[in-house]
């Protein structure tokens, strides 16, 4: 079974910076997609940043130019790395990442449980 660890949530101030990681473990034959998604209280999910295995990039209009998403898909990882963090990005984020399991017809979709970050202002 498929499992998306994150790491590396916490507190940190307002201009702080974080890295998330993701771990994905299992029976896995490739990854063609990681990404990042979060909630905040009392709002939807929304994405934040996704990479490909040819690293072509995605990101929220409200992080470009502060956050990074990059990716180690040999060793089966994602990053997050977080600059001049503002309130606003305050949430829990979660890891998603479409996988190829060994002995399946086609990729699926997983995700984390999420690390809480919160940024005090």
């Known amino acids: 079974q498929v499992q998306l660890v994150e790491s590396g949530g916490g507190l940190v101030q307002a201009g702080g910076s974080l890295r998330l990681t993701c771990v994905a473990s299992g029976s896995i034959a490739n990854i063609e997609t990681m990404g990042w998604y979060r909630q905040a209280p009392g709002k939807e999910r929304e994405l934040v940043a996704a990479i490909t295995d040819s690293d072509r990039t995605k990101y929220a209009e409200s992080v470009k130019g502060r956050f990074t998403i990059s990716g180690d898909f040999a060793n089966n990882t994602g990053y997050l790395q977080m600059n001049s963090l503002k309130s606003e990005d305050t949430a829990v984020y979660y890891c998603?990442?479409?996988?190829?399991?060994?002995?399946?017809?086609?990729?699926?979709?997983?995700w984390g449980r999420g690390t809480q970050v919160t940024v005090s202002s």
């Open positions: 998603t990442a479409d996988i190829w399991e060994r002995g399946a017809l086609y990729f699926e979709n997983f």
